[in-house]
């Protein structure tokens, strides 16, 4: 499976703020997602990042409050803008599996938000 | 009602026993699905695709009943280091679409 890295891995901010999370993958991949993970809870997907156009955003997340880049097939950055306590989650990227089963998503180590 | 879901436990059991989870989910038309082992602060982990006609490693056993839509994972003579969140995950087209999750404590 691909090796998948993000940066920061932690960070705690504050209100108002805005915070980029990058995702480097080492091999190129057609498909890279982002979700969110709060505490206690299951992960959800927020959008899907596609190369050479706009995101496609989930249910409940905006392209304003969530801006996604997607400069190659390797690379991604999700940006939390504006943010608010309700903003601190885990934020993990995943990418699509390389092997015979449709679907098929390996994550990164995912990055650790704390908003004050 | 969810898409899919999960007990979320705990399932507290002894070194050596069997457990057995299962995960029911919505939407007959979902061709893939998964159960991926998140450990308590890290990102989950693909354990198993589970395909129609069941697959086994080792002491992971899963199994897709797609007649009363459940998938379900067997783990067998389990050890303290099975202790983790268990998630099953089903395909939405390109998405995949996670449970909340049942916890194992496997104790000594």
Known sequence: SAVISQKPSRDICQRGTSLTIQCQVDSQVTMMFWYRQQPGQSLTLIATANQGSEATYESGFVIDKFPISRPNLTFSTLTVSNMSPEDSSIYLCSVEGQGISYNEQFFGPGTRLTVL | ?108
């Open chain 2, 1 to 108: 009602r969810k898409e899919v879901e999960q007990d979320p436990g705990p399932f507290n059991v002894p070194e050596g026993a069997t457990v057995a989870f299962n995960c029911t989910y919505s939407n007959s038309a979902s061709q893939s699905f998964f159960w991926y082992r998140q450990d308590c602060r890290k990102e989950p982990k693909l354990l198993m695709s589970v395909y129609s006609s069941g697959n086994e490693d080792g002491r992971f056993t899963a199994q897709l009943n797609r007649a009363s839509q459940y998938i379900s994972l067997l783990i067998r003579d389990s050890k303290l280091s099975d202790s983790a969140t268990y998630l099953c995950a089903k395909g939405n087209t390109d998405k995949l679409i996670f449970g909340t999750g049942t916890r194992l404590q496997v104790f000594p």
